[in-house]
């Protein structure tokens, strides 16, 4: 081989690798720019995505206090809620309500937090944010449970009972507030209640219950219902109070709030659990 043919080859390898580089940095700069442009942007208290445009599961639960719990009952629920915690797929919303008369969502809103995901996550999925990684996945893991703790404890010790227990509206108004318009998935809304609907328009204390079928003609029906477009699911924790839990137990009572909750309401789900104590 000539020398001119050796240097046209050596200038023809020379081209292969450079091209060949060019290549792996232009592939690179695509898979960093797409990447970071998928990065969640998140709030830096609550760890939940800040855009609308990345919407993820909900799950919302309401504790009604109206009437104290018993230590039973209390267990129960901060072990469920521990273990509702630790089933959150990442960047879904755990936000705790607690009933109230006035239907003050301000007051009631206790407590909004995301699962963050891993370590790991957090650093492959995150948009820039001054925590440590592993601080934040800290303050999932045990600051939200210690948060949840508290804020029940702190209910049940500064705890007035209230003249009125509006399931309906309360629920009405969690249901507008934390779920029109919002298209996430694996969406919840759970109860812990009595569910004894206490209000001046329809009290259970003192009329008992009718039927579904009955109220659903009741003008206080169209008041209270909304429509969850078959995209959140309801669970009920009921908890039995002392003089009523033969009302509770019978077939009739469950049957009303599943009716209320599927036909009335367009409820993805719904399942009731009852809390001994």
Not at 84 to 112: A, F, V
Not at 147 to 174: A, C, G, K, R
Request: a neutral charge; charged letters at 25%; aromatic letters at 12%.
């Amino acid at each position: 081989m000539s020398f001119r043919d050796r240097k046209r080859s050596g200038d023809l390898k020379g081209y292969l690798i450079m091209g060949s580089v060019i290549l792996l940095l232009a592939a690179a700069a695509t898979y960093l720019f797409v990447n970071e442009g998928n990065r969640v942007k998140i709030d830096q208290i609550t760890f939940c995505p800040t855009e609308e445009s990345e919407q993820f599961g909900k799950t919302v639960a309401l504790l009604d206090l109206t009437d104290p719990l018993n230590k039973a009952q209390k267990e129960f629920f901060l072990k469920e809620i521990k273990e509702l915690k630790d089933q959150i797929p990442k960047h879904h919303s755990l936000t705790i309500y607690t009933l109230d008369e006035d239907l003050d969502l301000n007051r009631s809103r206790k407590i909004t937090m995301c699962n963050p995901g891993t370590v790991e996550d957090i650093k492959s999925t995150y948009d820039k944010i001054s925590i440590n990684p592993k601080e934040i996945e800290k303050r999932w893991v045990e600051g939200f449970s210690k948060q949840i703790s508290d804020v029940v404890n702190n209910i049940m010790f500064d705890n007035n009972s209230q003249n009125s227990s509006p399931v309906m509206e309360m629920f009405q108004l969690i249901a507008i507030n934390e779920f029109k318009g919002f298209e996430g998935v694996d969406n919840e809304i759970i109860i812990l209640s009595d569910m004894i609907q206490n209000t001046s328009e329809m009290s259970m204390y003192q009329n008992s219950l009718i039927s579904f079928s009955e109220f659903k003609k009741n003008n206080y029906f169209s008041k209270v219902r909304t429509n969850l477009n078959n995209n959140v699911a309801i669970r009920l924790f009921i908890i039995k109070r002392d003089g009523f839990r033969a009302m509770q137990e019978k077939k009739y009572f469950v049957n009303f709030w599943a009716q209320f909750f599927m036909n009335g309401n367009k409820a993805k789900d719904f399942k009731i659990t009852f809390v001994d104590g």
